[in-house]
Each structure stands twice: as structure tokens, then as C-alpha cells.
């Protein structure tokens, strides 16, 4: 029936269900609003002919006054425009629907609180402005109440609901919190529905991403260590929500980190991270380069908790551009400190992969951009030369600067490097590079030849003679 109507003018067909949500019997009422809601749902171009119909009205006015039934197809048919685009959305808004979608949530029967839940989470997450325009309906307060009744449905629907109006702006996110919903969607996160724990997890989330403050109010609710174990969780969506929200938390500052690492919370992303693929994968990875890039103190809890070889198994294992791009960039960050950080970084084997994904064609300019400035940050802490001296073959100028320049800081004062430097072949392979007279590199190159005897200089020139 859908696709019949679906190929039929939308106008006429609007025109023929119209009349019917006036029709004396009720049952006719209620499929007649269950037709416009599933024709509306089809596409866009269908829940433009509803509103273009002026049925909305129509709707509205009828969504106090008709029985649970008419009430719930009424509220998924708002649903249904509203979910496609703020235009439409707004349409909803415009005739009224928001404040008898709040009235709604007021119901005694718990399927009425829920499709209006529902309509009003599909308006609020589109902008802004469309969610402070539910908000100033009151919905809020009624949401939280939502969350706290006994059937699973309604709660899973009143948590998404906060989530969409959170994720907007902190003054969004602090209305939630004002209403109390913290305390009540910490509670849940140890709730054996995995549908629930998303969501839960995901609003407390919204809340915590905007400011210090909010993510403190988050913490305070003392979700650590709980939260923790959602990251065991055999829902994959509840691991990446229960990682997004810790990477949420993590991101603000030093001590917030501070305490994720003392609750146990980097190992367990990086078990986590280990055991999953895909997009699973990014929230941890993130949340290993927040921490990392806080302190010495917080990128060495990285490392000692052995969260290096997950990262560099993310940028070999997967195949999706921004996931191998968080996994560089969470690298260098651990990498960036002191030559300690970057040669446990370096020993790892991860160089040359980086330098190849750079350097790759392939490479999405994300990719491009943040494996180069992972390699910079590295390579300029790095004073383990075993690690760099294969890179003097493949490096490009724009990196070759830095990796000769890590030579000619360590070669002056370490006699056994300089040795091992002319017998691996490195010294003839610096003698190769042109470089700009009066350049950066230039000033390596010389400060490294400064390091040897003439004599040494000019054998490695004869061999370049040679083999030419």
C-alpha cells in the first residue's frame, strides 16, 4: 500500500487521508493519522506534502482531545516530518505541536510519553534553536521524569531525547543538568539493556564534551569505576559509547585524566581497543592522545600501560583513512614529550609506517596531514638512532630536515654511534643529499661532517664515485 501511494501525486493522496482524521470512527481516525505517518516517514518529499496539506493543524489540535491510540499515531507522525530536516522540523514547531508534545509526556499511558518523546527528540536534533524551543516547552523536567519510570522503552526514548537537546551548546547541556538527569542516568549505566546503557551513556556524553564544569558534574555522579565495565560490554555500540564518554572526560584537562588513569580507565580503553575493529576503535584511540598530550607524567601512563602497540596495530589493521589519521596523531602525542617518550614510540616499528602513509598518494589529506605532524613531533624528540637511520633512505626533504637534524644533535657526543653511523652505510647516504646552500639541512649535514676526519669524508665520496 505504501508504494502504490508512494508513486501516486502526494497531494492527492494527502487530500484522500485528510478528510478521514475526521471521520466519526475512531479506528478510521487512527490508521487514517498511521498512514500520513508511514507516508511521511517514506522520504521528505511525502512529509512536505503533509505539511504543504495543512494537516499538521489539524493534528495538533486533535492530540489533546482523542484517545491513547489517535494520540501515539498523531505523535508519530510529527515524528515522522520532523526527522528529515530543520525545515520541516520547524514547520512542527510553528504550529504548536511542542507544547501539546509536552502535554503528552504528562500521560498516564506510558506509549503516549514515549512516541511524544520521540517526536520531540527528532525536532530537537537537528539545530539549536529547534532544541531550545523544546526545551522552553518544558519538556525537560518531564524527560527526567520519563527516565525514572519502570518500562524500559519509554526510559531508552527520554535518554535519547536528552541527549539530542544536550549535544548542542553548554547552555543546552546545563538545562539538562538543572533538571537532575545526571544523577539519573548514572544510575543506569549498569542496566542490563544494552539499548539503554547507549543511550544513557551517550547523553552523559553530550553533557560532559562541553566544559571543564560539566564534565566534573559528570564525574561527580561517580560513574568510574562503573563505567568501566562497558567497555566488556558484548554490545559493540555500548563500548564505543562508554569510550566516547570517557574520551569526553579525559580531554578537559590534566587532573581529569589523572583520574581516569587512576581508576584503571587507560588500561581498559586499550583492552578494549585490542579486542574490537572498526569505528569501535576511534573513541579509545582519542581518548589514549587526550591523555597523552596533557603531561610527561600522563603520555609515560600511555606507554607503561602498553597502549603504543594497539595504536600501531589500529594504523596497519584498519582500512577506513580517519581511523589510521586518530591512531598517528594519538602516536605522536605520546611521542612529543622527551627522547624517552618518543624512542618507546620509535622502537615500536611505527616510523617507517607513518612515513609511508604520508608519502602514500592514496592518503586522504587528513591522513596526509596528521602523519606528518605525528613524524615532526617524534622525530624531534627522538635520539634513538637506530630507529631513524632507515628513514634517511625514503624521507622526503620536508621530513629529512628533521630526522638529520636528531643526527647532528646526538653524533657529536657519542663516539659509538659515529662509528656504527659510517658502518651501516648512513654517512655515505647523508653525503647523497643536496640540500640548499645555507639551508636548515644544510647546517645538519655540516654540523654531522664536522663530526669526522677528513679522511673519512673523502672515502665516502670516492664510494659514491663508484657506484655512480
Not at 508534545?101 to 506509549?111: Q, S, Y
Not at 527526567?144 to 547552555?171: F, M
Not at 581511523?323 to 616510523?351: D, F, S
Amino acid at each position: 500500500i505504501l508504494g502504490e501511494c508512494a508513486s501516486r501525486p502526494a497531494v492527492g493522496v494527502m487530500a484522500l487521508l485528510r478528510p478521514l482524521l475526521l471521520d466519526v470512527v475512531p479506528t478510521i481516525q487512527q490508521t487514517a493519522a498511521l498512514a500520513l505517518g508511514r507516508l511521511a516517514n517514506y522520504n521528505d518529499d511525502l512529509a512536505e506534502a503533509v505539511v504543504k496539506g495543512d494537516i499538521l493543524p489539524q493534528l495538533v489540535c486533535s492530540l489533546s482531545e482523542q484517545n491513547r491510540f489517535y494520540k501515539k499515531a498523531a505523535a508519530f507522525v510529527l515524528r515522522a516530518v520532523g526527522k528529515h530536516s530543520p525545515q520541516l522540523a520547524l514547520a512542527i514547531v510553528q504550529c504548536g505541536a511542542l507544547e501539546t508534545l509536552v502535554i503528552c509526556l504528562e500521560d498516564f499511558d506510558p506509549g503516549v510519553k514515549e512516541a511524544a518523546a520521540w517526536a520531540l527528540g527528532y525536532i530537537a536534533r537537528h539545530n539549536s534553536e529547534l532544541s531550545q524551543a523544546v526545551v522552553d516547552a518544558g519538556a525537560v523536567p518531564l524527560l527526567v521524569l520519563c527516565i525514572q519510570e519502570p518500562e524500559i522503552a519509554l526510559k531508552r526514548i527520554a535518554a535519547s531525547t536528552l541527549s539530542d537537546i544536550s549535544k548542542h551548546s553548554p547552555e543546552l547541556a546545563q538545562t539538562v543538568v538543572d533538571a537532575g538527569a545526571i544523577a539519573h542516568l548514572a544510575q543506569m549505566i549498569l542496566n542490563p539493556d544494552a539499548k539503554l546503557k547507549r543511550q544513557v551513556l551517550s547523553a552523559l556524553s553530550q553533557i560532559a564534551k562541553h566544559s571543564v564544569d560539566l564534565a566534573e558534574l559528570v564525574v561527580e555522579a561517580e560513574i568510574f569505576p562503573v563505567v568501566l565495565t562497558c567497555l566488556k560490554d558484548s554490545d559493540e555500540y555500548v563500548r564505543k559509547n562508554g569510550a566516547t564518554l570517557i574520551r569526553e572526560i579525559a580531554k578537559h584537562t590534566p587532573e581529569l585524566s589523572q583520574l581516569i588513569v587512576n581508576a584503571g580507565g587507560v588500561a581498559a580503553i586499550i583492552d578494549c581497543i585490542g579486542s574490537c575493529r572498526g569505528t569501535v576503535r576511534l573513541p579509545g584511540i582519542m581518548m589514549l592522545g587526550y591523555v597523552a598530550a596533557h603531561s610527561e607524567n600522563l603520555s609515560m601512563a600511555v606507554i607503561i600501560s602498553k597502549g603504543i602497540p594497539p595504536l600501531c596495530a589500529c594504523l596497519v589493521e584498519e582500512h577506513e583513512d580517519h581511523i589510521k589519521a586518530a591512531a598517528a596523531w594519538a602516536l605522536g602525542q605520546v611521542g612529543r614529550h622527551t627522547p624517552e617518550h618518543a624512542r618507546a614510540v620509535a622502537v615500536a616499528n611505527v616510523l617507517p609506517t607513518l612515513l609511508s602513509m604520508y608519502m602514500d598518494t592514496r592518503s586522504s589529506e587528513d591522513l596526509q596531514v596528521k602523519t606528518k605532524k605525528a613524524l615532526k613531533n617524534i622525530l624531534q624528540k627522538c635520539t634513538y638512532l637506530p630507529a631513524l637511520e632507515p628513514l634517511l633512505h625514503d624521507a622526503p626533504p620536508n621530513i629529512l630536515k628533521h630526522i638529520v637534524g636528531q643526527f647532528s644533535k646526538v653524533l657529536p657526543h657519542d663516539s659509538k654511534a659515529r662509528r656504527l653511523f659510517v658502518t651501516t652505510g648512513g654517512l655515505k647516504k647523508v653525503q647523497e643529499i643536496k640540500a640548499e646552500p645555507g639551508s636548515l639541512l644544510q647546517e645538519y649535514i655540516n654540523a654531522i661532517n664536522n663530526c669526522y676526519p677528513e679522511e673519512i669524508l673523502q672515502l665516502c665520496v670516492v664510494c659514491l664515485n663508484f657506484i655512480e
